[in-house]
Each structure stands twice: as structure tokens, then as C-alpha cells.
């Protein structure tokens, strides 16, 4: 078992740094001297990787299903002649057209952050990816009536000064004159932006989704199914839209143009691998981030995100020539220290069981920081005569 965590932990980190970084490698290959540019058909082939997973799923099911027939086996006159006290492995009850919504926002989301990925810094674009937990925080308390302890608040604001941090340097170092400092903005905020239609689709699948038993799996590979319909059905439209250069560097300014990009494709072959990379990448990566949650926790599936995060800006830096910045450091340690504080791993667990049961004679005082830094009331030591700090709301 321990193997298996350490296996799954580092696939995760590892799939999970190639996807950006083969998405990044897809968009600095140069074919005519103009990059390669295809935001929408790079998220087709994310939402592949994703329907993989489906593929998984229902292999990984007929798997149990056989070994479950074999173990029950019955003979002429109906008697059961070997039986396993496991249950008939079946499908969940659900409607499959619930994963349709999420898909919709995977779809604008995906869609939105690989275009803002063109336009800056693969470093950046994992970074300033952190924000998801400012708007999944927010669209709690207004969709979910959930109630955000004062800790969780912290950690958005440390994330949220990380994000400010790393952005502001982006444009503010950046000495190189062939760059657009306009798209540079454009981009990191169009990033920023989609982690509204993120934070969207988490709350919805929290919403709507937890009460129905689906594997993690499926619901992926459902999400991936609906993306990569939808989003080949929308390729025809948008070869007759229209954008700025900004947005597009197809010599007719369409938004998307499979055609072109099949072009390019056979003047640079290598696109097809940085385009396997990320099918390969995310499949591996999704799968791995839901045995990692179901194996170890939610929590150890984070830090090992941060740490994914930090990998792509190492490996940004001589694979993609960015600029070495200082200062980013400050602000990498924010997003970390604030993502750390949201999820209750730092601080948090520190203070309720060092500080906390020093403050037992001041019922006030614990009951204050025992609000701001959550927790559970048995970690308070009481005196036989005392009345409790605590009570069951507050832990």
C-alpha cells in the first residue's frame, strides 16, 4: 500500500506538470514563423484524455463484473454452487445528462485558459490558476449557504496577494520587446477570469452531484464525453468567426481552424506529440488525482497540486525560456501558504493543538480562536468543574 501511494503521488505530479507543459510545447512550436495556436482544439484533445478515463471505467467495471459471475456460478438445477458475500458489481442510478452543465463550464473554462495560455507564461498560467479557491469560496456562501470560517477567509487573502504578486511581475520584468504587454494582461486575466467558470462548475458538482454515488471516474469521463461532442460540434461555427490578431493567428483571423491546424500539423510533425502528451497526460493525471483522494485524502491531492505547480515553473524556465524572477518567489510562497491555510494543513492544526489547550481558564479568548481557526472541541483540556469552551457549532 505504501508503494501504491508513493507510485499514484508521483504520477499525479508528474502527468499532471506534463499537460501544461505539453500544452505550452504545442503553442511555441512555430510553423512559418507564426506559432502554433489552436486553444480550442488543444481542449478537444483534453476532453479525449478526459473520455479515457470512460473507457477506464467500464473496463475496470466488466473486469469486476466477470470476476463476480465466475464466483457465483450456478448449476443445472439453479443451486449456487460457489458464492462470494460481495454484491452484484452495477452501474449507479443516475441521469447521465447531469454531467451535461459541468461539461459546459469545463468547456468555457478549459476553452478560456488555453487562450489565455498563448498569450503568457506557462509558470504564470499555473499559478494565477490558484484563484479557483477565492471564487469557489465566494460562490459557496451565495449558491451553497455554506459557512466560511474566519481561517478560510485568510488563506483567499494570502492567495489573492499571491495572485497580485505574480501577475504584476509578469508584466512589470518583462524586457523582452517582441512582447505584447497588452496580451500579456489580457492573458493572465482571461485565466484569472475562468477560475469564476471553475469555481462554477465545482459548486454545481458539490451541489447537485455528491448525493448521487458515482465514481470519480465515471463522472470524469461522462464530463470528458459531453466536452469533446459539444466542443467538435462548435468547431464549424467557429471557423467563421472572426477575431483579433490578438486571439488568433490564422491568416484569415477565423477563431478556430481545424483545417490550418492539420496544415501545420504535417509542416511540423512534432505537434502531434506535444498534442499526445496532453491526451495521455490528463487521462494518467485524472486518474491518478482520483485514486490519490481515494487512497490518501483530498488534502494530500492538494499539496501534491502545489507541488505540481512548483515543478512547471522549474522546468518552465530552460524549456521555455522565461525569465528567472525573484520576486515571484514571494509570491509563489503566498498562493502555497494561502491554498495551505484554506484547506486547513498549515496553522490551523498547529494552533488548536499547541495554543488552544493553553487557553482551557479563558473561556473567552479559546471561544475567539477557536471560531477563527475551526477545529474540534475535544482538543480544548477542561477541568472537572469547568463549563465547556466549546460547543458543537463551533467545532
Not at 483534453?46 to 465466475?70: D, H, P, Q, S, T
Not at 465515471?218 to 467557429?238: D, Q
Not at 483545417?259 to 501545420?264: K, L, P, T
Not at 488534502?299 to 518552465?316: A, E, F, G, P
Request: a negative charge; aromatic letters at 12%.
Amino acid at each position: 500500500m505504501v508503494a501504491f501511494a508513493v507510485i499514484i503521488s508521483v504520477m499525479m505530479v508528474v502527468t499532471g506538470s506534463l499537460n501544461t507543459i505539453c500544452a505550452k510545447w504545442a503553442d511555441s512550436i512555430k510553423v512559418d514563423g507564426k506559432a502554433f495556436n489552436h486553444p480550442f482544439l488543444q481542449a478537444t484533445c483534453m476532453f479525449f484524455g478526459e473520455f479515457l478515463c470512460l473507457v477506464a471505467f467500464f473496463l475496470i467495471f466488466g473486469y469486476k463484473r466477470y470476476v463476480w459471475n465466475r464466483a457465483n456460478i450456478q448449476g443445472e438445477n439453479g443451486s449456487i454452487t460457489e458464492i462470494t458475500t460481495e454484491e452484484k458489481p452495477t452501474l449507479p442510478a443516475f441521469n447521465p445528462f447531469l454531467f451535461f452543465p459541468p461539461a459546459l463550464c469545463d468547456i468555457l473554462g478549459t476553452s478560456i485558459m488555453y487562450i489565455g495560455l498563448n498569450l503568457t507564461t506557462a509558470s504564470s498560467f499555473q499559478m494565477l490558476r490558484g484563484a479557483v479557491i477565492i471564487f469557489t469560496g465566494l460562490l459557496s456562501v451565495g449558491m451553497l449557504n455554506a459557512q466560511i470560517k474566519p481561517f478560510k477567509w485568510f488563506g483567499m487573502l494570502f492567495v489573492m496577494l499571491g495572485l497580485v504578486i505574480v501577475g504584476v511581475t509578469d508584466i512589470y520584468y518583462d524586457s523582452d520587446p517582441l512582447d505584447d504587454k497588452n496580451a500579456i494582461i489580457t492573458g493572465n486575466l482571461l485565466i484569472v477570469m475562468a477560475q469564476i467558470i471553475v469555481a462554477i462548475q465545482m459548486v454545481y458538482e458539490q451541489k447537485y452531484l455528491t448525493k448521487y454515488d458515482v465514481p470519480a471516474l465515471f463522472a470524469v469521463g461522462l464530463e470528458g464525453l459531453f466536452g469533446m461532442v459539444t466542443l467538435s460540434i462548435l468547431m464549424v461555427p467557429f471557423y467563421y468567426i472572426h477575431v483579433p490578431p490578438t486571439f488568433s493567428k490564422n491568416p484569415e483571423g477565423r477563431l478556430e481552424d481545424v483545417f490550418y491546424a492539420w496544415q501545420e500539423i504535417r509542416q511540423a510533425p512534432t505537434i502531434v506529440l506535444a498534442l499526445l502528451g496532453t491526451v495521455v497526460s490528463i487521462a494518467f493525471f485524472n486518474f491518478a488525482g482520483v485514486s490519490v483522494t481515494k487512497e490518501l485524502s483530498a488534502t494530500t491531492r492538494m499539496v501534491l497540486d502545489s507541488i505540481r505547480t512548483l515543478v512547471i515553473w522549474v522546468v518552465s524556465i530552460p524549456l521555455f525560456g522565461e525569465q528567472f524572477i525573484a520576486i515571484q518567489l514571494a509570491g509563489f510562497a503566498m498562493l502555497i501558504l494561502g491554498t495551505l491555510i484554506y484547506n486547513d494543513v498549515l496553522i490551523g492544526p498547529w494552533f488548536r493543538r499547541n495554543i488552544l489547550p493553553n487557553l482551557s481558564s479563558h473561556a473567552n479568548c479559546a471561544r475567539f480562536w477557536l471560531c477563527i481557526c475551526g477545529g474540534d472541541s475535544e482538543l480544548i483540556d477542561y477541568q472537572p468543574d469547568q463549563e465547556p469552551l466549546v460547543n458543537e457549532e463551533l467545532a
